[in-house]
T-cell receptor, first 112, second 107 residues
Framework: DGGITQSPKYLFRKEGQNVTLSCEQN?????MYWYRQDPGQGLRLIYY???????QKGDIAEGYSVSREKKESFPLTVTSAQKNPTAFYLC???????????FGEGSRLTVL | SQQGEEDPQALSIQEGENATMNCSYK?????LQWYRQNSGRGLVHLIL?????REKHSGRLRVTLDTSKKSSSLLITASRAADTASYFC???????FGAGTRLTVKP
């Protein structure tokens, strides 16, 4: 089955530590996205990549970093510079013809 | 920038009633999409309407698009408790979301 796989599902980290969230897709989609969702809120765009080896900042990129070395993978690193990293993180990819977004099941990060 | 903005923020209805939620956007679009999110899960694509379409149906879902008003509406007919979720719109041109409409269907 094709889809988006995010891992880990739950992650705990101490303040001052960097953490990397994994996102893998086998849908052969060119574009991939990372969103952050806080409780009861909508999704905010962190970073997106429309092609391998290229990515752009979204609306809340500060304190985050990404890489896109392979078409299938778009990992997100939450750095210690992110002041309030506790949130639900969603990864998605799009069909290039319609822009339909396919989402993973999310990673919930809690900073202790 | 943020294209899609949904309203109302919250909607509570009884099972069997219809639910209508709205989406407004700012600039011209290629298409507009509606998504559903169950609590703690990823979003799931529901329906897409292209800029040259005015209405589209899929099962109990009906979507309309008014490009002159830059708005769309999602109607869920004969709602069920299982429809309880948050609903979001997004445009192909922007890939950004509003705060969503939180729908509660009471059995």
């Amino acid at each position: 089955d094709g889809g988006i796989t995010q891992s880990p599902k739950y992650l705990f980290r101490k303040e001052g530590q960097n953490v990397t969230l994994s996102c893998e897709q086998n849908l052969n989609h060119d574009a991939m996205y990372w969103y952050r969702q806080d409780p009861g809120q909508g999704l905010r765009l962190i970073y997106y990549s429309q092609i391998v080896n290229d990515f752009q900042k979204g609306d809340i990129a500060e304190g985050y970093s990404v890489s896109r070395e392979k078409k299938e993978s778009f990992p997100l690193t939450v750095t210690s510079a992110q002041k309030n990293p506790t949130a639900f993180y969603l990864c998605a990819s799009t069909r290039s013809d319609t822009g339909e977004l396919f989402f993973g099941e999310g990673s919930r990060l809690t900073v202790l | 920038s943020q294209q899609g903005e949904e309203d109302p923020q919250a909607l509570s209805i009884q099972e069997g009633e219809n639910a209508t939620m709205n989406c407004s956007y700012k600039t011209s679009i290629n298409n507009l999409q509606w998504y559903r999110q169950n609590s703690g899960r990823g979003l799931v694509h529901l329906i897409l309407i292209r800029s040259n379409e005015r209405e589209k149906h899929s099962g109990r879902l009906r979507v309309t698009l008014d490009t002159s008003k830059k708005s769309s509406s999602l109607l869920i007919t004969a709602s069920r408790a299982a429809d309880t979720a948050s609903y979001f719109c997004a445009t192909y041109d922007d890939m950004r979301f509003g705060a969503g409409t939180r729908l509660t269907v009471k059995p």
